[in-house]
Protein backbone atom coordinates (compact mmCIF):
# COMPACT_ATOMS: atom_id res chain seq x y z
CA UNK A 1 0.00 0.00 0.00
CA UNK A 2 0.98 2.94 -1.07
CA UNK A 3 1.89 5.09 2.15
CA UNK A 4 2.26 8.95 2.55
CA UNK A 5 2.86 11.45 5.39
CA UNK A 6 1.05 13.88 2.90
CA UNK A 7 -1.70 12.77 0.38
CA UNK A 8 -3.69 15.54 -1.96
CA UNK A 9 -6.79 14.38 -3.68
CA UNK A 10 -7.36 17.09 -7.22
CA UNK A 11 -4.65 17.28 -9.84
CA UNK A 12 -5.40 21.05 -10.35
CA UNK A 13 -3.74 24.34 -9.25
CA UNK A 14 -4.33 24.15 -5.64
CA UNK A 15 -2.90 20.63 -5.50
CA UNK A 16 -0.09 22.07 -7.44
CA UNK A 17 0.02 25.00 -4.93
CA UNK A 18 -0.47 22.49 -1.91
CA UNK A 19 2.55 20.45 -3.02
CA UNK A 20 4.32 23.57 -2.77
CA UNK A 21 3.54 24.60 0.32
CA UNK A 22 4.56 21.83 1.88
CA UNK A 23 7.92 21.54 0.87
CA UNK A 24 7.95 25.21 2.71
CA UNK A 25 7.20 23.43 5.85
CA UNK A 26 8.80 20.11 5.63
CA UNK A 27 11.44 19.25 2.78
CA UNK A 28 11.24 15.50 3.59
CA UNK A 29 7.61 14.25 4.24
CA UNK A 30 6.28 12.11 1.38
CA UNK A 31 3.71 13.60 -0.94
CA UNK A 32 1.50 11.30 -2.90
CA UNK A 33 -1.80 13.06 -5.43
CA UNK A 34 -4.58 11.56 -7.05
CA UNK A 35 -6.09 13.58 -9.58
CA UNK A 36 -8.82 12.20 -12.53
CA UNK A 37 -7.08 14.41 -15.10
CA UNK A 38 -4.34 11.96 -17.41
CA UNK A 39 -2.33 15.29 -17.06
CA UNK A 40 -0.10 17.11 -14.14
CA UNK A 41 -1.53 19.73 -12.87
CA UNK A 42 -1.76 23.17 -14.88
CA UNK A 43 -2.99 26.29 -15.39
CA UNK A 44 -6.69 26.73 -16.40
CA UNK A 45 -6.99 30.37 -17.37
CA UNK A 46 -4.84 30.25 -20.46
CA UNK A 47 -6.79 27.54 -21.95
CA UNK A 48 -9.79 30.48 -22.76
CA UNK A 49 -7.49 33.04 -23.00
CA UNK A 50 -3.63 33.07 -23.77
CA UNK A 51 -3.34 29.91 -25.56
CA UNK A 52 -5.77 31.19 -28.21
CA UNK A 53 -3.71 34.19 -28.57
CA UNK A 54 -0.23 32.45 -29.23
CA UNK A 55 0.94 31.41 -25.80
CA UNK A 56 2.69 28.23 -26.63
CA UNK A 57 0.31 25.21 -24.78
CA UNK A 58 4.01 23.93 -22.90
CA UNK A 59 3.79 27.50 -21.62
CA UNK A 60 0.77 26.21 -19.27
CA UNK A 61 2.43 23.44 -17.16
CA UNK A 62 2.84 23.37 -12.63
CA UNK A 63 6.09 22.51 -12.18
CA UNK A 64 4.84 19.85 -9.16
CA UNK A 65 6.99 17.02 -10.04
CA UNK A 66 9.79 18.96 -8.48
CA UNK A 67 8.15 18.40 -5.22
CA UNK A 68 8.67 15.24 -5.32
CA UNK A 69 5.13 14.87 -5.49
CA UNK A 70 4.50 10.79 -6.63
CA UNK A 71 1.73 11.56 -9.17
CA UNK A 72 -1.26 9.11 -9.60
CA UNK A 73 -2.60 10.31 -12.89
CA UNK A 74 -6.25 9.37 -14.72
CA UNK A 75 -7.29 8.04 -10.97
CA UNK A 76 -10.44 8.41 -9.06
CA UNK A 77 -10.49 8.46 -5.84
CA UNK A 78 -13.79 6.87 -4.63
CA UNK A 79 -13.57 6.90 -0.91
CA UNK A 80 -12.20 8.07 2.38
CA UNK A 81 -11.89 6.18 5.63
CA UNK A 82 -10.85 9.00 7.74
CA UNK A 83 -10.87 6.75 10.81
CA UNK A 84 -8.30 4.20 9.17
CA UNK A 85 -6.64 6.86 7.24
CA UNK A 86 -6.80 5.94 4.01
CA UNK A 87 -8.28 6.29 0.23
CA UNK A 88 -9.17 3.99 -1.63
CA UNK A 89 -9.47 4.63 -5.90
CA UNK A 90 -11.49 3.42 -8.98
CA UNK A 91 -8.46 1.02 -9.72
CA UNK A 92 -8.95 -0.25 -5.62
CA UNK A 93 -5.35 0.80 -4.71
CA UNK A 94 -5.31 1.81 -1.19
CA UNK A 95 -3.10 4.79 0.09
CA UNK A 96 -2.42 5.53 3.71
CA UNK A 97 -1.80 8.88 4.91
CA UNK A 98 -1.08 11.34 7.96
CA UNK A 99 -2.73 14.24 6.52
CA UNK A 100 -4.90 14.35 3.60
CA UNK A 101 -6.12 17.65 1.64
CA UNK A 102 -9.23 17.67 -0.36
CA UNK A 103 -8.62 19.84 -3.80
CA UNK A 104 -11.12 17.91 -5.95
CA UNK A 105 -12.52 21.44 -6.95
CA UNK A 106 -15.94 21.41 -9.40
CA UNK A 107 -18.03 19.26 -10.71
CA UNK A 108 -19.24 20.19 -14.81
CA UNK A 109 -22.94 22.00 -14.77
CA UNK A 110 -24.19 20.14 -17.78
CA UNK A 111 -27.36 20.40 -19.91
CA UNK A 112 -30.47 18.27 -18.88
CA UNK A 113 -29.89 15.85 -22.00
CA UNK A 114 -26.86 13.32 -23.05
CA UNK A 115 -24.73 14.42 -26.08
CA UNK A 116 -20.94 14.07 -26.97
CA UNK A 117 -21.69 16.77 -29.25
CA UNK A 118 -21.37 19.38 -26.35
CA UNK A 119 -17.57 21.02 -25.41
CA UNK A 120 -18.72 21.55 -21.99
CA UNK A 121 -15.41 23.66 -21.45
CA UNK A 122 -12.99 23.32 -18.45
CA UNK A 123 -9.58 21.04 -19.14
CA UNK A 124 -6.91 20.75 -21.23
CA UNK A 125 -8.70 17.99 -23.35
CA UNK A 126 -11.54 20.22 -23.64
CA UNK A 127 -9.14 22.73 -25.38
CA UNK A 128 -7.64 20.00 -27.68
CA UNK A 129 -10.29 19.01 -28.79
CA UNK A 130 -12.26 22.63 -29.73
CA UNK A 131 -8.79 24.30 -30.87
CA UNK A 132 -9.17 22.32 -34.19
CA UNK A 133 -12.51 22.49 -34.51
CA UNK A 134 -11.76 26.34 -34.32
CA UNK A 135 -9.60 26.19 -37.08
CA UNK A 136 -11.90 25.23 -39.66
CA UNK A 137 -14.78 27.08 -41.05
CA UNK A 138 -17.77 26.04 -38.65
CA UNK A 139 -20.11 27.78 -36.75
CA UNK A 140 -20.32 27.53 -33.09
CA UNK A 141 -22.72 27.65 -30.68
CA UNK A 142 -21.99 29.04 -26.82
CA UNK A 143 -24.47 28.59 -24.53
CA UNK A 144 -24.44 30.49 -21.26
CA UNK A 145 -22.73 34.17 -20.55
CA UNK A 146 -20.59 33.94 -17.36
CA UNK A 147 -16.88 33.83 -17.64
CA UNK A 148 -16.22 30.79 -19.46
CA UNK A 149 -18.82 31.15 -22.02
CA UNK A 150 -18.07 35.06 -22.58
CA UNK A 151 -14.27 34.22 -23.25
CA UNK A 152 -14.94 31.34 -25.58
CA UNK A 153 -16.82 32.76 -27.69
CA UNK A 154 -14.26 35.90 -27.84
CA UNK A 155 -11.70 33.23 -28.26
CA UNK A 156 -13.50 31.84 -31.20
CA UNK A 157 -14.39 34.82 -32.78
CA UNK A 158 -10.98 36.10 -33.16
CA UNK A 159 -9.80 32.97 -34.77
CA UNK A 160 -12.38 34.63 -37.44
CA UNK A 161 -15.38 31.71 -36.77
CA UNK A 162 -19.25 32.02 -37.05
CA UNK A 163 -20.08 32.79 -33.30
CA UNK A 164 -23.74 32.77 -31.71
CA UNK A 165 -24.25 33.21 -28.38
CA UNK A 166 -27.11 31.68 -26.75
CA UNK A 167 -27.92 33.70 -22.64
CA UNK A 168 -30.67 33.00 -20.42
CA UNK A 169 -29.86 36.69 -18.97
CA UNK A 170 -30.60 39.66 -20.62
CA UNK A 171 -27.03 40.56 -20.38
CA UNK A 172 -23.39 39.40 -20.00
CA UNK A 173 -21.88 38.32 -16.90
CA UNK A 174 -25.50 39.67 -15.78
CA UNK A 175 -24.57 37.82 -11.61
CA UNK A 176 -21.62 40.29 -11.45
CA UNK A 177 -21.91 43.71 -13.61
CA UNK A 178 -24.28 45.97 -12.73
CA UNK A 179 -26.94 45.75 -15.34
CA UNK A 180 -26.30 48.78 -17.99
CA UNK A 181 -22.88 47.05 -18.08
CA UNK A 182 -23.77 43.42 -18.82
CA UNK A 183 -25.86 45.18 -21.72
CA UNK A 184 -23.14 47.14 -23.06
CA UNK A 185 -21.50 44.05 -23.32
CA UNK A 186 -24.31 42.85 -25.35
CA UNK A 187 -23.60 45.36 -27.75
CA UNK A 188 -20.06 45.45 -27.78
CA UNK A 189 -20.32 41.47 -28.42
CA UNK A 190 -22.46 41.96 -31.55
CA UNK A 191 -20.20 44.88 -32.76
CA UNK A 192 -17.46 42.55 -32.38
CA UNK A 193 -19.77 40.08 -34.84
CA UNK A 194 -20.57 37.71 -32.39
CA UNK A 195 -24.52 36.73 -32.81
CA UNK A 196 -26.44 37.56 -29.33
CA UNK A 197 -29.56 35.48 -28.84
CA UNK A 198 -30.64 37.01 -25.31
CA UNK A 199 -32.95 36.14 -22.70
CA UNK A 200 -32.43 32.51 -24.29
CA UNK A 201 -31.61 28.94 -23.20
CA UNK A 202 -31.19 25.75 -24.67
CA UNK A 203 -33.57 23.29 -24.26
CA UNK A 204 -33.09 20.59 -26.14
CA UNK A 205 -30.85 19.59 -28.92
CA UNK A 206 -30.89 17.47 -32.18
CA UNK A 207 -28.53 15.75 -35.16
CA UNK A 208 -29.44 17.00 -38.25
CA UNK A 209 -27.21 16.39 -41.81
CA UNK A 210 -24.34 16.89 -39.43
CA UNK A 211 -25.64 20.08 -37.84
CA UNK A 212 -26.75 20.25 -34.03
CA UNK A 213 -29.62 21.68 -34.09
CA UNK A 214 -30.41 23.45 -31.07
CA UNK A 215 -33.95 24.10 -29.52
CA UNK A 216 -34.06 27.26 -27.67
CA UNK A 217 -36.30 28.01 -24.69
CA UNK A 218 -37.99 30.10 -26.97
CA UNK A 219 -39.06 27.74 -29.54
CA UNK A 220 -36.50 28.58 -31.88
CA UNK A 221 -34.29 26.84 -33.75
CA UNK A 222 -30.35 27.74 -34.10
CA UNK A 223 -28.17 25.55 -36.38
CA UNK A 224 -24.34 25.14 -35.61
CA UNK A 225 -21.51 22.72 -36.19
CA UNK A 226 -19.83 22.52 -32.76
CA UNK A 227 -22.07 23.74 -29.20
CA UNK A 228 -19.35 25.14 -26.50
CA UNK A 229 -21.26 25.39 -22.75
CA UNK A 230 -19.81 27.03 -19.89
CA UNK A 231 -22.78 27.00 -17.57
CA UNK A 232 -20.42 26.68 -14.30
CA UNK A 233 -19.93 24.36 -11.73
CA UNK A 234 -20.94 22.96 -8.54
CA UNK A 235 -18.09 22.40 -5.23
CA UNK A 236 -17.02 18.58 -5.75
CA UNK A 237 -18.12 17.37 -2.12
CA UNK A 238 -18.98 13.74 -2.78
CA UNK A 239 -16.42 12.49 -1.28
CA UNK A 240 -16.44 14.61 1.58
CA UNK A 241 -20.00 13.88 2.31
CA UNK A 242 -19.27 10.38 2.01
CA UNK A 243 -16.30 10.85 4.80
CA UNK A 244 -19.11 12.32 6.95
CA UNK A 245 -17.13 16.11 6.82
CA UNK A 246 -18.91 18.52 7.39
CA UNK A 247 -20.15 20.11 3.86
CA UNK A 248 -22.48 23.75 3.47
CA UNK A 249 -22.23 24.95 0.01
CA UNK A 250 -18.43 23.41 -0.32
CA UNK A 251 -16.43 21.55 2.14
CA UNK A 252 -16.75 23.81 5.17
CA UNK A 253 -12.98 24.47 6.92
CA UNK A 254 -11.61 26.55 9.27
CA UNK A 255 -8.88 29.17 9.57
CA UNK A 256 -6.09 26.69 8.86
CA UNK A 257 -7.95 25.33 6.03
CA UNK A 258 -8.69 22.30 8.23
CA UNK A 259 -12.43 20.29 7.64
CA UNK A 260 -14.80 19.14 10.52
CA UNK A 261 -11.66 16.42 11.30
CA UNK A 262 -8.33 17.62 12.34
CA UNK A 263 -6.17 15.33 9.76
CA UNK A 264 -7.80 16.29 6.59
CA UNK A 265 -8.10 19.88 4.86
CA UNK A 266 -9.70 21.35 1.83
CA UNK A 267 -8.97 24.41 -0.11
CA UNK A 268 -9.52 25.80 -3.32
CA UNK A 269 -12.99 25.87 -5.44
CA UNK A 270 -14.35 23.19 -3.18
CA UNK A 271 -13.32 24.86 0.15
CA UNK A 272 -15.96 27.48 2.06
CA UNK A 273 -13.87 29.20 4.26
CA UNK A 274 -14.67 32.99 6.45
CA UNK A 275 -13.40 35.54 5.56
CA UNK A 276 -12.78 38.35 8.20
CA UNK A 277 -12.67 41.75 5.62
CA UNK A 278 -15.99 40.40 4.17
CA UNK A 279 -17.29 38.78 8.07
CA UNK A 280 -19.12 36.19 5.82
CA UNK A 281 -18.45 32.51 4.43
CA UNK A 282 -17.35 32.66 0.84
CA UNK A 283 -16.54 30.11 -1.75
CA UNK A 284 -14.14 31.54 -4.51
CA UNK A 285 -13.91 29.76 -8.25
CA UNK A 286 -10.40 31.75 -9.17
CA UNK A 287 -6.78 31.38 -9.82
CA UNK A 288 -5.79 33.47 -6.94
CA UNK A 289 -7.74 31.95 -4.32
CA UNK A 290 -6.33 28.60 -5.40
CA UNK A 291 -2.72 29.69 -5.57
CA UNK A 292 -3.00 31.20 -2.18
CA UNK A 293 -5.29 28.96 -0.74
CA UNK A 294 -3.73 25.89 -1.68
CA UNK A 295 -0.25 27.11 -0.59
CA UNK A 296 -1.36 28.12 2.92
CA UNK A 297 -3.12 24.67 3.10
CA UNK A 298 0.28 23.07 2.29
CA UNK A 299 1.80 25.25 5.10
CA UNK A 300 -0.81 24.19 7.77
CA UNK A 301 -0.60 20.89 6.97
CA UNK A 302 3.22 20.71 6.89
CA UNK A 303 3.28 22.33 10.86
CA UNK A 304 3.68 25.77 9.41
CA UNK A 305 0.42 27.35 10.90
CA UNK A 306 -1.39 30.57 9.50
CA UNK A 307 -4.32 31.78 9.12
CA UNK A 308 -5.62 32.24 5.20
CA UNK A 309 -7.27 35.72 5.75
CA UNK A 310 -6.64 36.56 2.23
CA UNK A 311 -9.39 38.41 0.19
CA UNK A 312 -8.67 36.58 -3.01
CA UNK A 313 -9.45 39.01 -6.51
CA UNK A 314 -10.27 37.54 -10.02
CA UNK A 315 -9.55 38.72 -13.45
CA UNK A 316 -11.32 38.00 -17.00
CA UNK A 317 -10.51 39.93 -20.36
CA UNK A 318 -13.27 40.24 -22.73
CA UNK A 319 -11.60 40.90 -26.32
CA UNK A 320 -9.90 44.20 -25.93
CA UNK A 321 -11.66 45.03 -22.85
CA UNK A 322 -10.09 43.39 -18.88
CA UNK A 323 -10.73 43.73 -15.36
CA UNK A 324 -9.81 42.48 -12.05
CA UNK A 325 -12.58 42.92 -9.68
CA UNK A 326 -12.11 41.60 -5.25
CA UNK A 327 -14.32 40.79 -2.26
CA UNK A 328 -18.46 40.50 -3.43
CA UNK A 329 -19.38 41.13 -6.83
CA UNK A 330 -23.17 40.25 -6.66
CA UNK A 331 -24.88 42.26 -9.03
CA UNK A 332 -28.28 42.22 -6.83
CA UNK A 333 -25.79 44.73 -4.65
CA UNK A 334 -26.29 48.34 -4.70
CA UNK A 335 -23.62 49.76 -6.85
CA UNK A 336 -21.72 53.13 -7.86
CA UNK A 337 -19.92 53.28 -10.72
CA UNK A 338 -17.20 55.64 -11.16
CA UNK A 339 -16.35 55.96 -15.09
CA UNK A 340 -12.96 57.61 -16.27
CA UNK A 341 -14.79 56.75 -20.27
CA UNK A 342 -18.10 54.75 -19.75
CA UNK A 343 -17.95 51.28 -20.16
CA UNK A 344 -14.43 50.97 -21.24
CA UNK A 345 -12.63 52.59 -18.14
CA UNK A 346 -13.34 52.82 -14.59
CA UNK A 347 -14.49 51.54 -10.96
CA UNK A 348 -17.50 50.20 -9.79
CA UNK A 349 -17.89 49.75 -6.08
CA UNK A 350 -20.39 47.11 -4.39
CA UNK A 351 -22.51 48.15 -1.04
CA UNK A 352 -24.18 46.59 1.81
CA UNK A 353 -25.22 48.09 4.85
CA UNK A 354 -23.05 51.47 3.79
CA UNK A 355 -19.94 49.46 3.36
CA UNK A 356 -17.63 48.51 0.69
CA UNK A 357 -18.11 45.08 0.08
CA UNK A 358 -16.76 44.51 -3.28
CA UNK A 359 -14.80 46.46 -5.94
CA UNK A 360 -14.92 45.95 -10.03
CA UNK A 361 -11.68 48.04 -11.86
CA UNK A 362 -12.60 47.82 -15.23
CA UNK A 363 -9.62 48.57 -17.57
CA UNK A 364 -7.64 49.65 -14.00
CA UNK A 365 -4.93 48.20 -13.33
CA UNK A 366 -2.57 47.99 -10.01
CA UNK A 367 -5.06 48.88 -7.71
CA UNK A 368 -6.27 45.29 -6.41
CA UNK A 369 -4.74 46.10 -2.87
CA UNK A 370 -6.08 49.88 -2.80
CA UNK A 371 -9.45 48.07 -3.12
CA UNK A 372 -8.47 45.51 -0.22
CA UNK A 373 -7.79 48.15 1.97
CA UNK A 374 -11.26 49.90 0.93
CA UNK A 375 -13.36 46.99 1.54
CA UNK A 376 -11.95 46.63 4.96
CA UNK A 377 -12.96 49.97 5.71
CA UNK A 378 -15.98 50.19 8.64
CA UNK A 379 -17.36 53.10 6.72
CA UNK A 380 -20.52 54.60 6.82
CA UNK A 381 -19.39 55.12 2.97
CA UNK A 382 -21.61 56.80 0.63
CA UNK A 383 -21.62 57.66 -3.36
CA UNK A 384 -20.21 60.61 -2.81
CA UNK A 385 -16.74 59.17 -0.79
CA UNK A 386 -16.52 56.72 -3.58
CA UNK A 387 -16.51 59.28 -6.44
CA UNK A 388 -12.78 59.60 -7.45
CA UNK A 389 -11.34 57.57 -4.70
CA UNK A 390 -10.12 55.03 -6.66
CA UNK A 391 -7.79 54.69 -9.04
CA UNK A 392 -5.07 56.09 -5.93
C1 LIG B 1 -11.19 27.68 -18.88
C2 LIG B 1 -11.03 28.35 -17.54
C3 LIG B 1 -10.59 29.66 -17.46
C4 LIG B 1 -10.45 30.28 -16.23
N1 LIG B 1 -10.03 31.57 -16.18
C5 LIG B 1 -9.89 32.18 -14.99
C6 LIG B 1 -9.46 33.54 -14.93
O1 LIG B 1 -9.26 34.18 -15.96
N2 LIG B 1 -9.29 34.12 -13.73
C7 LIG B 1 -9.51 33.44 -12.56
O2 LIG B 1 -9.32 34.02 -11.49
N3 LIG B 1 -9.92 32.16 -12.57
C8 LIG B 1 -10.13 31.52 -13.77
N4 LIG B 1 -10.57 30.22 -13.80
C9 LIG B 1 -10.86 29.53 -12.54
C10 LIG B 1 -9.64 28.82 -11.97
O3 LIG B 1 -8.96 28.16 -12.99
C11 LIG B 1 -10.11 27.87 -10.87
O4 LIG B 1 -10.52 28.64 -9.79
C12 LIG B 1 -9.01 26.91 -10.44
O5 LIG B 1 -8.58 26.12 -11.52
C13 LIG B 1 -9.50 26.01 -9.32
O6 LIG B 1 -8.52 25.07 -9.01
P1 LIG B 1 -8.82 23.80 -8.11
O7 LIG B 1 -7.56 23.01 -8.14
O8 LIG B 1 -9.38 24.22 -6.81
O9 LIG B 1 -10.00 23.01 -8.86
P2 LIG B 1 -10.03 22.32 -10.28
O10 LIG B 1 -9.30 23.13 -11.27
O11 LIG B 1 -11.46 22.01 -10.54
O12 LIG B 1 -9.25 20.97 -10.08
C14 LIG B 1 -9.79 19.88 -9.38
C15 LIG B 1 -9.06 18.64 -9.80
O13 LIG B 1 -9.45 17.57 -8.99
C16 LIG B 1 -9.70 16.42 -9.78
N5 LIG B 1 -10.64 15.58 -9.04
C17 LIG B 1 -11.90 15.91 -8.64
N6 LIG B 1 -12.43 14.87 -7.95
C18 LIG B 1 -11.50 13.89 -7.92
C19 LIG B 1 -11.46 12.60 -7.36
N7 LIG B 1 -12.49 12.09 -6.68
N8 LIG B 1 -10.34 11.86 -7.54
C20 LIG B 1 -9.28 12.36 -8.22
N9 LIG B 1 -9.27 13.59 -8.75
C21 LIG B 1 -10.36 14.33 -8.61
C22 LIG B 1 -10.21 16.99 -11.08
O14 LIG B 1 -10.07 16.08 -12.12
C23 LIG B 1 -9.32 18.22 -11.24
O15 LIG B 1 -8.09 17.87 -11.81
C24 LIG B 1 -10.75 29.57 -15.03
C25 LIG B 1 -11.22 28.26 -15.10
C26 LIG B 1 -11.36 27.64 -16.35
C27 LIG B 1 -11.88 26.23 -16.41
Redesign the pocket.
Known sequence: MPNYTYLI????????AAAQGIREGDPAGTIGL????PHP?Y???P???GLWKGEPEESIWRKTAATGAELHLA????GIDVAAHTVT?DRGTVYGFRKLLL?????LRRLPLTSDQIIY???LDD?RRLRPLAQQNLRFAVIGGG??GS??AAALRMQGRDVVMLVPEDGLGARIFPGDLSRFLVDYYRQKGVEMRMGEGMASMDMRAGNCVVRTTRSQEVAAQVVVAGLG?LP?V??AEQAGLRVDDGIVVDRFCRTSHADVYA????ANFHNPSLGSRIR???????NTM?RLAGQNMAGKPDSYDHL??????LFELGYEAVGDTDARLETVADWKEPYREGVVYYLKESRVRGVLLWNTWGQVDAARALIAERGPLTARDLKGRLPQ
Do not use: C, Q, W
Request: avoid cysteine.
Open positions: IGGGMTADISAEPNRPLSKRRALDATGGTFRTYFIEIIAELAGDVVEHEDNAGPFFYSD
